[in-house]
Each structure stands twice: as structure tokens, then as C-alpha cells.
């Protein structure tokens, strides 16, 4: 289960600041960026939209701690169930309530190996999206997120499983990559016909 593999065994899961403890009011335009859900872009991270909080409120807040390597979970709302590695460049940065930390302990299980699992196996992507309570805000908390049963391969094992996806997803981009360059092409080569045709 996912609740054994924590750095932490007290608490493997880490849910960020109820509300209470973090409001809009809070963010600034500069200080200690804040993660929430819009940064999580499926099984990747984007900068764009972070929030910021002041030093002072960040120290408030450092049990909801993300640093490089953490396991970033939404947890609520449309976006359940998006995951991501934490990047990096994240050093002590914070998280909103919307997110669940897994701080994973790294000889038995590496983070980019528990991304594949959460998003690509359907054995454990049914049992995510089996999992999810409410009606109107669905949602995810620490119990669930920590009965989530996962492989747990040999650590080799698991960095060719990570190589492979990391080729994959290489191959991805190039093939996109071409795609948008042919379909550049055909544009380019439909204009050049209509100019001819309308001359």
C-alpha cells in the first residue's frame, strides 16, 4: 500500500493547509511560491499561475513543505487525480489545501515509478478514481490516497521502467514535434496555391 512506502511512517501523506490557515488574502506578488492544483498538468508541473506567500506565512505553514522529488496529488474538484514528480528547482516551497504530498521513501520506491502507476495502470487508476467521496466537490483525503495498492518492484526494476518511459515520452514530443512542422508545411503550401489562384 502507498501508506508504507512514506519517508515518513507517521504520516506518508501530507494534505495541504485547510482553508482556514491559508486565504487569498495571503498571497503576495513576491516571496516563497505556493503549488496548487493549475500547476499540475496531468503527469507534468507548469510554473505558470504559481501563487506566492511571505516568508513569515510560509514559516506558518512549513509542515505543508514541497520540495524536488515530491509526489504532488490533486486531490479535489475537476482535476482529481492528476500527478506529478515536483521539479528540481522546488526547494521548501509551499502547497494549497487542494494538493496531497507523498514524500516516498527512495530505496523502496522511486516517485517517476509511482506517476506511471497513478496515471497509467488501470488496475490502480480504477482503484484512484473507485475511491473519490462527494457528490458536488469530489474529492480525495490522506486515508484514501494512503490505501492505494501499488506495485513495488526491485529499485532496478524500477529505473528501467523509468529510462523506458523517459524514451517514450522523448519519442512522444519528436512525433508531435514533426507533426506541427508538417502541418506548418501544408499551411505554408495552401497559401502559396490560394496567392497563385487569386493573382
Known amino acids: 500500500m502507498l501508506g ?3 519517508e515518513d511512517a507517521e504520516n506518508p501523506v501530507q494534505t495541504g493547509p485547510f482553508g482556514a490557515q491559508l486565504h487569498r488574502a495571503d498571497f503576495v506578488d513576491k516571496g516563497v511560491p ?3 492544483v493549475g500547476n499540475l498538468t496531468g503527469t507534468g508541473f507548469t510554473r505558470e499561475g504559481l501563487y506566492y506567500v ?8 512549513s509542515r505543508y513543505d514541497v520540495n524536488a ?7 479535489s474538484g475537476a482535476t482529481t487525480g492528476k500527478v506529478c514528480v515536483a521539479p528540481e ?5 509551499r502547497m494549497t489545501g487542494h494538493i496531497l504530498r507523498v514524500r516516498l521513501e527512495r530505496r523502496l520506491m ?10 497509467g495502470s488501470t488496475v490502480v ?3 484512484v478514481m473507485g475511491n473519490i467521496r462527494g457528490g458536488t466537490s469530489p474529492g480525495y483525503n490522506t486515508s484514501l490516497h494512503k490505501s492505494i495498492v501499488v506495485p513495488v518492484p526491485p529499485l532496478e526494476e524500477q529505473r528501467r521502467i523509468v529510462a523506458r518511459v523517459d524514451a517514450l515520452m522523448k ?24 496567392r497563385e489562384l487569386v493573382a
Open 125 to 127: 487508476r480504477a482503484q
Open 69 to 75: 522529488g515530491d509526489l504532488l496529488f490533486a486531490r
Open 54 to 61: 511571505s516568508p513569515g506565512k510560509a514559516a506558518a505553514l
Open 34 to 36: 505556493v503549488i496548487a
Open 110 to 119: 522511486l516517485p517517476e515509478v509511482l506517476v506511471t502507476w497513478l496515471w
Open 4 to 6: 508504507n512506502l512514506g
Open 171 to 194: 519519442l512522444c514530443d519528436e512525433l508531435e514535434d514533426k507533426l506541427k512542422a508538417k502541418e506548418a508545411t501544408a499551411a505554408r503550401l495552401v497559401e502559396a496555391v490560394v
Open 89 to 93: 528547482y522546488v526547494n521548501d516551497w
